[in-house]
């Protein structure tokens, strides 16, 4: 089955894209893993968790687990709290591996409290959503949410391996099984053409959750996501182009309270970066395909309920903000970005024309 390298010298790890989760357990044991605690939440432990227990019982590893309410409106604080004090109350040791069993939430908030607990104990990721697989579980990003916006607490902790069990696809949501999509079409607009023109065509097989489709998309877009991390892990460049239409979708997400899927958001951040790019004169051509693929895959290209206010307020506090401009990646044509700086004093153009409650100036 695909594995791929991440190549990040002595952090270097591998991506294995696999039909279930049959192998993990040698694998794990071949890195002398000899105990872990699975980090996960309730609907990914009733239908994967005792199969994964057998699996790396199987060979002859000590499994405890923590099963917590992540979600991503409970990303916060007290879940990281709650997450790190559990491996600390099952007594972990620097050897002890946690193993983040599920979407990004759990991902994110499994590894950052692997990345502070004794100053840091080794992770590897089971991503068992499309989004974690073709993003989320790969990169290191890890962190919880600030009452302030989105991923505004973390750290880069690199997974010492990952695992993707393309049969935890069968049972997702259909909302969450395409809102993954909003990740792979965004890999695809900013760095792969050809998928995206793929995409295009070959929609019908994805939408009906073909293992074979869907191996050669994960396998596709983690290769992109990995060229890009290698080349710059902490986000200081290149890697800024993975958060594309990321701005605008996050403070969608926090103007609703974290009630949005991210990957839904992303759509309509694409969409409505995308159209200011080409207002800007920075793109064209981009956003007539943009819209029909997103539509294909049954993703929102608006937030009709969302309020712009929310929206600008969260957009303020964005990550990739720095002296008083924000870097906005920018698809200058289908496959391909570039970073534009732009005031944030004129952060609204931004959301111009995306259909959300209009501006009020009376609250
Ligand atoms: N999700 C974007 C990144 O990992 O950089």
Redesign the pocket.
């Known amino acids: 089955m695909p594995s791929l390298t991440v190549p990040l010298r002595e952090r270097a790890y591998t991506v294995h894209i696999e039909p279930g989760f049959s192998g993990l357990g040698p694998t794990l044991q071949g890195e002398g893993v000899r105990r872990v605690v699975v980090v996960t939440e309730p609907v990914v432990a009733n239908l994967w968790l005792s199969t994964l227990i057998s699996e790396l019982e199987g060979a002859g590893i000590l499994v405890q687990h923590q099963v917590l309410a992540l979600t991503e409106a409970t990303k916060t604080f007290d879940l990281w709290r709650e997450c790190v004090e559990g491996l600390l109350e099952l007594g972990v040791d620097r050897r002890t591996v946690v193993v983040a069993l599920g979407g990004g939430v759990v991902g994110d908030v499994a590894g950052f409290a692997a990345a502070s607990v004794l100053r840091g104990l080794r992770i590897v990721q089971v991503p068992t959503t499309l989004l974690a697989m073709v993003?989320?579980s790969?990169?290191g990003?890890t962190g919880i949410n600030s009452t302030k916006g989105k991923n505004l607490i973390g750290a880069f902790h690199q997974p010492m391996l990952v695992w993707a069990p393309v049969c935890a696809l069968q049972t997702l949501e259909e909302a969450e099984y395409l809102a993954g999509f909003g990740?792979v079409i965004k890999i695809a607009l900013v760095a792969d053409a050809a998928l995206f023109a793929e995409l295009e065509v070959h929609a019908a097989p994805l939408l009906e959750r073909s293992p074979d489709a869907l191996m050669a998309v994960i396998q596709r877009s983690v290769v992109l996501?990995a060229e890009?991390?290698a080349s710059d892990e902490k986000?200081s460049g290149l890697?800024m182009v993975?958060?594309a239409g990321?701005t605008v979708a996050h403070g969608i997400e926090a103007a609703s309270g974290f009630q949005w899927r991210h990957g839904a958001a992303v759509a309509v951040g694409l969409v409505a970066e995308a159209r200011w790019a080409e207002r800007q004169g920075h793109a064209a051509g981009v956003v007539e395909r943009l819209v029909p693929l997103l539509r294909r895959f049954q993703l929102p290209i608006d937030a009709p309920e969302t309020r712009a206010e929310s929206v600008l307020v969260a957009m303020r506090l964005d990550k990739k903000n720095a002296d008083a401009m924000l870097i906005v990646p920018v698809p200058v044509e289908v496959g391909r970005a570039e970073l534009i700086r732009h005031p944030i004093s004129q952060l609204a153009e931004l959301i111009e024309g995306l259909s959300c409650v209009a501006f009020n100036p009376s609250c």
Request: glycine share 8%; no cysteine; hydrophobic share 30%.
């Open positions: 993003d989320s790969v990169g990003k990740e996501k890009i991390v986000e890697r993975l958060n990321h």
